[in-house]
């Protein structure tokens, strides 16, 4: 027997061994693909054509000088939260559609995009395992489950979760170890109403967990609303958003940014802001104010009224972003849908000192997806994620879009 025909036997054989043993293949590839490391950011485009500061992504969006925001993965409806696995792929929870899906990149381009997870209820938070990076946390609205990805794996309940009136977004997300410890998976938990005493122990609060849904405890409570939180690279505190309640007006009360403190009160329902009394849904009786410290954390930061803030990151040091940046706090403000004059449609740089303990000043840093005249609103931001080329990657429900934004230089 020649050779040519020896190869086409072996090749005819492998062929056959795969198709037969394909499910058990496939179920392993995670185990034995190798890491691919994303590629570096660069100043050119995979053409080789510089890249210049601008906005190219069709909308009237006034960026910060030296940038470049563009459109970076289109059609993804309803996109809210962001995350890269150790491929340097993109996954997107698609709250409203009850979907999730992969966004494949290479080259720092999008490949493919396809939807992996459907039929879900109201999807929000995603989290890899930091010990086992094709392991997926997804959180629903009654539960959190996880998967093994790229495999034939099936959802696996770890822990359930209130459900039903109110706040419905669930996020999670591992948290830096402790000396020694594993690192722990956080959720957080919005309330059931507007303003109100809770009887369900788990609603407008923050819990944590093992990864395997053991050991499920409060962290922090009186948190009406955070749906986004992350930790601060230089401290490692906690950091999150909060919503204010309604009814109170067009100015009150403030939106939060919150240090979590473990077994601390954040005030809701009856304190918001600067530790102010919400004595219009609270008409007890006290000897003392109710709402000052010790008993109640004031708001690190109070952000106006019905902005809804939502995603919050820091400037990453990687990525070529201007020193005087690095660790400052992006905060996307959502948008008012319950005031008289609409607010908020743009994401915020807050200047903070390297360890984030003295807030500067704060400006626009992204703006315009509310037009100035006219009130036509064009997008609105949710989540604001770092990738692994040290871009920051914005996702947008209302245009069902992902942004790229980039430091290119002046």
Not at 13 to 37: D, H, Q
Not at 51 to 75: H, K, Q, S, V
Not at 84 to 111: A, R
Not at 344 to 358: C, E, H, P, Q
Request: charged residues 20%; proline residues 7%; aromatic residues 10%.
């Amino acid at each position: 027997m020649n050779q040519q025909m020896i190869r086409r036997v072996i090749g005819i054989a492998i062929l056959v061994t795969a198709i037969f043993y394909w499910p058990e293949i496939r179920g392993i590839l995670p185990a034995i693909r190798p890491a691919l490391s994303p590629s570096p950011l660069s100043t050119t485009s995979p053409q080789g054509t510089s890249l210049t500061p601008g906005n190219t992504t069709g909308y009237p969006l006034t960026i910060p000088e030296g940038t470049m925001l563009e459109t970076f993965a289109r059609d993804v409806a309803g996109a809210r939260v962001m995350v890269f696995d150790t491929l340097g792929n993109l996954w997107v929870s698609q709250t409203s559609e009850g979907t999730i899906s992969l966004v494949e990149i290479k080259n720092g381009q999008v490949m493919r995009q396809s939807i992996v997870f459907k039929n879900l209820r109201k999807p929000h938070g995603l989290a890899f395992d930091p010990d086992d990076p094709f392991v997926l946390y997804i959180a629903e609205e009654h539960r959190i489950s996880q998967v093994r990805v790229y495999s034939e794996g099936q959802l696996e309940k770890i822990v359930d979760l209130p459900s039903g009136a109110g706040h419905f977004t669930r996020t999670i997300a591992f948290g830096p170890s402790a000396t020694g410890q594993p690192e722990r998976l956080y959720v957080s938990i919005g309330s059931s109403c507007n303003v109100c005493n809770e009887t369900d122990n788990r609603r407008a609060k923050i819990f944590t967990m093992k990864k395997d849904g053991s050991d499920f405890k409060e962290y922090a409570r009186g948190l009406r609303n955070s749906v986004f939180f992350t930790w601060h690279p230089a401290t490692a505190e906690l950091w999150a958003t909060d919503n204010g309640r309604d009814n109170l007006g067009d100015n009150l009360p403030p939106d939060e940014i919150n240090i979590i403190k473990q077994g601390k009160n954040y005030g809701w329902p009856i304190c918001y802001g600067d530790n102010v009394h919400d004595t219009q849904f609270d008409k007890n009786t006290y000897i003392r104010n109710p709402c000052e410290e010790p008993t109640e954390i004031p708001a690190y930061i109070n952000i106006p009224a019905h902005s809804a803030a939502l995603g919050l990151a820091f400037v990453p040091s990687q990525g070529g972003w201007p020193s005087d940046w690095q660790n400052d706090l992006l905060v996307a403000y959502h948008g008012s849908w319950n005031r008289s004059v609409p607010t908020g449609y743009k994401i915020a740089r807050f200047d903070l000192n390297r360890t984030g303990s003295v807030v500067l000043s704060s400006q626009d840093f992204i703006s315009g997806w509310l037009a100035k005249s006219g009130g036509r609103v064009y997008g609105r931001p949710v989540g604001i994620t770092p990738g692994p080329d040290g871009a920051l990657y914005i996702s947008d429900d209302k245009a069902g879009l992902v942004y790229r934004l980039r430091y290119v230089g002046p």
